[in-house]
């Protein structure tokens, strides 16, 4: 029995991981859930499953939580405190990170501290400070178990080969809903039109990551902490279909690959049940159903923030995290109608080049440049 806090239970990961738990009640047991805002849903959760605590960060809804919890025995908590504090909690075994963003990295690190294990769907606190983490990790004996789709997919196929070498890993990408746009095409696509992914049901803020390849940048930078890769050693390969969500290949020359249909619940369940592979009803993929499998190269110079993320991992240091924190303020804007798709683009690589590069970075560098990163992209905004 394990006994999960979930951060950011009423996001897509969040409910979702929920629902595994639900269907799986002699494996785990739900401890802490925390929201940032949507209390009326944390309400809901919480009365269904009656964790031990819950977390509101926006302080001034907790009188709202409270009250309508007041008649359960749910200790109820609010602000950004608390949700560091909740994850060194006792009867925590493990953390499922699903927070948006930056704001995933300190209660990561704090539950990390706390010797807790971690599932991790937050691939901003890698991007951010990933040799920081993963040293934290190593430091105090924790695993980090990714709950990424492309992520998972390579664990899976590490699974009794951590002995052999790695010759590369292949990222696989939908290549969004604009795969195969032309750059005049992109400059007049709406937010409607990028909020409708082909394959997945997502959050706004990844979809739209998703829809500019920037998710993939995140999720290249990602794959080279959690599994010690060299920067050379990552590759991207657009497949359409996302039945393969990943490859990985070995210095004989063998790639294996993690097929299976485009459903969260299935990384989600292994990354909370890992060593186990717990029985699923989840839908099986069937050759049949598709009959081609396709590849083809990304477009790097038409969707610009995949290039921009290879640059920011290549520099390293404080560049990616200027590369994240310049893209949510963008993306942000661009949900509410400020900057135009292509004009994201060009708020992170002027943000890239202006704010201060860090070749070392400490944790306080890191706070300093995600606020320096988001000012600029700020006054860039304000100016389009």
């Not at 990354?271 to 069937?286: E, T, V």
Request: a negative charge; aromatic letters at 8%.
């Amino acid at each position: 029995m394990k006994r999960i806090a979930i951060l950011g239970s009423t996001g897509s990961i969040g409910t979702q991981a929920l629902d595994v738990i639900k269907a799986n009640p002699e494996n785990f047991e739900l401890e802490v859930i925390t929201a940032h805002s949507n209390a009326n849903l944390l309400i809901q959760q919480a009365l269904e499953f009656k964790p031990n605590a819950v977390v509101i960060a926006r302080e001034d809804l907790y009188e709202q939580v409270r009250d309508a919890l007041q008649q359960e025995d749910v200790k109820v908590y609010a602000g950004t405190n608390a949700l560091c504090s909740v994850v060194e909690m006792g009867t925590v075994d493990m953390v499922l990170t699903a927070m948006v963003g930056y704001a995933g990295l300190q209660p990561t690190i704090r539950a990390i501290k706390a010797g807790k294990q971690i599932a991790l769907a937050n691939k901003e606190t890698l991007v951010v400070a990933g040799q920081l983490v993963t040293g934290l990790a190593k430091e105090y004996g924790v695993n980090i178990y990714p709950v990424d789709s492309e992520h998972s997919a390579i664990f899976q196929c590490l699974a009794g080969e951590f002995h052999n070498p790695i010759e590369k890993i292949i990222l696989t990408a939908s290549g969004g809903p604009f795969r195969g746009r032309t750059t005049e095409e992109l400059a007049q696509v709406t937010k409607a039109q990028a909020l409708k992914h082909p394959n997945w049901e997502m959050g706004a803020k990844i979809t739209i990551d998703s829809a500019s390849l920037m998710n993939k940048g995140l999720e290249v930078i990602e794959a080279k902490w959690l599994f010690g890769l060299r920067n050379e050693q990552i590759e991207v390969v657009v497949h359409p279909q996302s039945i393969i969500h990943s490859l990985v290949q070995f210095e004989d020359g063998s790639i294996k690959a993690q097929l299976g249909l485009p459903d969260m619940k299935l990384p989600i369940q292994y990354a909370l049940g890992y060593p186990q592979r717990l029985k699923s009803d989840f839908p099986r993929f069937s050759f049949m159903d598709y009959p081609q499998l396709t590849f083809e190269q990304p477009d790097l110079k038409t969707f610009q923030n995949l290039q921009l993320a290879f640059n920011a991992m290549e520099k390293g240091g404080n560049m990616p995290c200027i590369l994240n924190a310049a893209n949510e303020v963008a993306v942000s804007a661009f949900l509410r109608d400020e900057v135009g798709f292509l004009q994201m683009s060009d708020v992170i690589e002027s943000c890239l080049a202006k704010v201060a590069y860090i070749a070392n970075p400490s944790y306080e560098d890191y706070v300093s440049t995600d606020k320096e990163a988001r000012r600029r992209a700020a006054e860039l905004i304000s100016k389009y």
